[in-house]
């Protein structure tokens, strides 16, 4: 029997890097759990912008990225492909009340349990190409900037800046049972320690965080924090909670939910 696992709407979103408005932008992933017809199952979208769970489109005027990878990883660390999301130029209709309706695809996935389908914890992740923007001094003394890393740059004399951003979203749901998941391998990642299936308000929740594969911290190089925000936080618009990590690990009490709010969603 397949038990429905709440993940509390938590959603963890990262953004390394961030260089302009645009790029002020997260990536995260939704997942949505259905067992009302079972086996079940799972449906995943991408999730880009400002508010949670759905914002904008992958590609629109306030901003745009390119998902270079859209994965399930299983309780045993396997990685299925899953189609990427298709960007293409739509045309919009226009309503009776002055406002354009406009199609798109934001990865929307659904993934069908089975008989044989392993339990343990599943982790979705959504990558997307890494960009790059750069400041130089070209062969003339004239200073340029470009979209191009600094090796793909002939005949600069030297450089102003350079900066590199790449966005991963993920996003965790338990089949029977939750299983500690493991690191995928990302530059930056954010992996639970806490059952995220049994979260109740007042409960401790555990995160490890890694740069590079290694422990992040608050040090002279820099403070370092875990921001958390779900739409069952029950603050305005953009609250979040914070969270120090030192050696690797943050932690933060889950708050209860808004008045009328349910618990999980
Ligand atoms: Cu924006």
Redesign the pocket.
């Known amino acids: 029997m397949l038990r429905k696992l709440k993940l509390t709407g938590l959603t963890l979103a990262l953004t390394a890097l961030c260089t302009t ?2 790029y ?2 997260s990536l995260w992933v939704n997942i949505n759990e259905s067992f009302a017809h079972p086996p079940g199952h799972v449906i995943t979208s991408l999730g880009w ?2 508010a949670m769970p759905l ?2 489109f992958l590609m629109s005027e ?2 745009a990225v390119e998902i270079e990878k859209y994965s399930l990883v299983g309780p045993d660390n396997s990685i299925t492909p899953i189609p990427l999301p298709v960007i293409k130029q739509e045309n919009a209709t226009t309503s009776k009340t002055g406002m354009a309706i406009v199609p798109g695809d934001l990865g929307l996935r659904k993934i069908s349990l089975t008989d044989k389908t392993m339990p343990g914890t599943y982790q979705v992740t959504a990558e997307s190409k890494a960009t790059y923007f750069t400041g130089y001094v070209d062969a003339s003394g004239k200073h340029k900037m470009t979209t191009k890393p600094m090796d793909e740059i002939k005949g600069a004399k030297s450089f102003d800046f350079s900066t590199r951003y790449k966005a991963v979203g993920k996003s965790y749901f338990g089949i029977e049972r939750w299983t500690q998941p493991k690191l995928v391998g990302y530059e930056l990642e954010i992996l639970p320690e806490t059952d995220m299936s049994d979260v109740k308000a007042g409960d401790l929740v555990k995160f490890t965080v890694t740069l590079n594969g290694k422990p992040l911290t608050c040090d002279m190089k820099g403070m370092n924090y875990l921001h958390m925000t779900s739409n069952t936080f029950g603050g305005p618009d953009q609250y979040m909670l914070t969270a120090y990590i030192m050696n690797g690990k943050a932690r933060s009490g889950c708050p209860p939910p808004a008045p009328g709010e349910p618990r999980s969603r």
């Open positions: 408005t645009v002020a932008h912008g400002h914002d904008d306030a901003g």
